[in-house]
Nanobody, 133 residues
Framework: QVQVVESGGGLVQPGESLRLSCTISGLTFDDVEVGWFRQAPGKKREAASCISRIGDSTYYVDSVKGRFTISRDNAKNTLYLQMDRMKPEDTAVYYC??????????????????????????WGQGTQVTVSS
């Protein structure tokens, strides 16, 4: 039975940092791509950041590029999201997702990864992140 457990959410002020952690059990962690999705009130769930099996490929939604850093420790079956210089628009429920897909998309003359969920994706219960002064 796959278990996905997030921790680290909370309330921070604009400009501050927060680190989310996610421990995944019940599957071979380094066999799957994993990521963080988020859902703000009244909005659709979106992929915030995802990472490949060995960490050599990452995806970030444009709004978090340069501020968020995703990483994974395959020895500990744990995924992390370091969030720096946080903004009120980062307020959302953050979900850890196991077994996502990093798909190549063509942007003009370059190819970059894009992250999507799949039928096989396993979700955590979500952790609230609120950025407010």
């Amino acid at each position: 039975q796959v278990q996905v457990v997030e921790s680290g959410g909370g309330l921070v002020q604009p400009g501050e940092s927060l680190r989310l952690s996610c421990t995944i059990s019940g599957l071979t962690f380094d066999d799957v791509e994993v990521g963080w999705f988020r859902q703000a009130p009244g909005k659709k769930r979106e992929a915030a950041s995802c990472i490949s099996r060995i960490g050599d490929s990452t995806y970030y939604v444009d709004s978090v590029k340069g501020r968020f850093t995703i990483s994974r420790d395959n020895a500990k079956n744990t995924l992390y999201l370091q969030m720096d210089r946080m903004k009120p628009e980062d307020t959302a429920v953050y979900y850890c997702a196991a077994d996502v897909e990093l798909v190549p998309l063509v942007y003009g003359s370059t190819t970059r990864p894009f992250c999507i969920s799949a039928d096989e994706t396993r979700w955590g219960q979500g952790t609230q992140v609120t950025v407010s002064s």
